[in-house]
């Protein structure tokens, strides 16, 4: 019996939760219209059942549903019970039972089935067939045990044509005014997802098209910067030794023809990643894969960076190398990013303290197969990388917020680097070092083994 009760408590409660607002005004028409009608009819000397006591309870009931806020908080949680049982009284009992007294009057008739529409618009069609079945019963059980003369086949006609009215409401009306009210309500939280989700991707793009602009600004910036600086010294270099040829000793010479050399490098090198950046955007660049030894190509690598790089730095490249080194890849674009890899490393690596490389055989997974690879790793104990660039720093234009202002650059080496790994069907990522400053670089590519 206790779980009947708890199910029918939950039914009323979710069904009459957004009810709250009917009863004031519910309140206010119940108080005037039968106050109303009452007067009307006494002073008019209507023909009919004259009821004080039941208006009266009627008014009663709508008078305390106005002041519902009112109430005693220990009484707020029975607000829903008492709207129903309210309803119940005020509308099919009170005119089932006012039908029955007035059996032949056809305005009673017609405010019964007035009644009946009433209780379809405030409530949902099981509350509707509920509510309007007891006020019937105990209206007419009222009736009949108050009259002392009931005439019952009058009165049963009657009582049939309300039954048969509130089946044809319910099924017509009731049931499809829940479904629209149902598919409203649906329609409104699907729209207001739908406007929520358009709002948050209108502020990620924002947020996306802002940080664009500020990587544009920042690379048109940049690029500026590195195109005119190397143009600029072989421009005012090279005038100058035109100019002063007959005046500058040799050493003179060769010094400002190296400057100039060392601008004309920087300014090729800066043309070379663009042209290379842009060949793998446009999927035009094709790799040469032939049979190298990584070991010999490292070594290669270190020994180029120690002669111009390390000149100035007490910092040393320890490599360590791969038993099995002879692999099919193309030799002269992962050339290409451990030099890129290896010079960043320089540049942020504090003096005296090495840098790690080392490669060792792996696996790459491809179509739910493993295929051989060789992964490198290279380990430097500089600043380090923010945690929430480490993704973002192999993106165009874009260099670590640590290090963008010591060391210039544009941000095309990384990109370029992830470029020729992707076309080489591998993977690269950063991360760093957890028991040490610094940072490690990772990449994988598929390499087929030689070696028997």
Request: one cysteine or more; charged letters at 20%.
């Amino acid at each position: 019996m206790n779980k009947i009760l708890r199910k029918i408590s939950l039914f009323m409660t979710e069904k009459a939760e957004d009810s709250t607002c009917l009863f004031i005004p519910f309140g206010l028409l119940t108080v005037i219209g039968y106050s109303m009608f009452y007067l009307l009819s006494i002073m008019n000397d209507l023909p009919g059942y004259k009821s004080f006591g039941f208006r009266f309870a009627a008014a009663a009931f709508g008078i305390i549903l106005v002041f519902h806020n009112k109430w005693p908080n220990k009484l707020q949680k029975y607000k829903i019970y008492y709207w129903y049982f309210s309803a119940t009284f005020i509308l099919p009992y009170f005119f089932t039972f006012m039908l029955l007294k007035n059996s032949s009057s056809v305005e009673w008739k017609m405010n019964a089935l007035i009644i009946v529409a009433l209780v379809i618009l405030l409530f949902d069609w099981i509350s509707v067939a509920s509510i309007v079945t007891i006020g019937i019963v105990a209206g007419s059980l009222t009736y009949y045990i108050t009259d002392p003369s009931p005439h019952l086949p009058e009165h049963l006609t009657a009582l049939i044509n309300m039954i048969i009215s509130l089946l044809v409401y319910c099924v017509l009306f009731s049931r499809l005014k829940e479904k629209m009210h149902y598919n409203r309500k649906v329609s409104l939280e699907i729209s207001e997802k739908v406007n929520f989700e358009l709002e948050k991707k209108v502020k990620e793009r924002t947020k996306e098209l802002e940080k664009a602009l500020a990587i544009k600004t920042e690379f048109l910036n940049n690029m500026s910067h590195e195109i005119k600086t190397p143009i600029h010294g072989f421009t005012v270099m090279s005038k100058g030794l035109v100019e002063n040829w007959g005046e500058f000793n040799d050493e003179k010479k060769l010094d400002l023809a190296t400057q100039v050399s060392g601008n004309a490098e920087r300014l090729g090198s800066l043309l070379g990643n663009l042209l290379d950046l842009s060949k793998f955007s446009s999927k035009q660049m094709e790799l040469n894969i032939q049979q190298i030894d990584v070991n010999n190509l490292v070594n290669e690598i270190i020994d180029e960076c120690q002669v111009l790089y390390l000149n100035d730095k007490s910092v040393n490249i320890d490599y360590k190398p791969i038993r099995k080194s002879l692999f099919s890849i193309d030799s002269e674009r992962i050339g290409q990013v451990l030099r890129n890899l290896f010079l960043n490393a320089l540049k942020y690596s504090q003096f005296s303290r090495d840098i790690t490389v080392s490669a060792k055989p792996s696996e790459l997974e491809d179509k739910k197969r493993k295929i051989p690879a060789i992964h490198f790793t290279i380990k430097d104990y500089g600043v380090g990388i923010p945690k929430g660039e480490l993704e973002s720093i192999f993106n165009s234009f874009v260099q670590s917020s640590r290090t963008k202002t010591r060391a210039g650059g544009t941000g095309l080496g990384l990109s370029i680097c992830k470029q020729i790994i992707l076309a080489h069907k591998g993977k690269i990522w950063a991360e760093n070092n957890t028991n040490s400053a610094g940072a490690s670089f990772h990449f994988i590519i598929p390499a087929r083994s030689t070696n028997s």
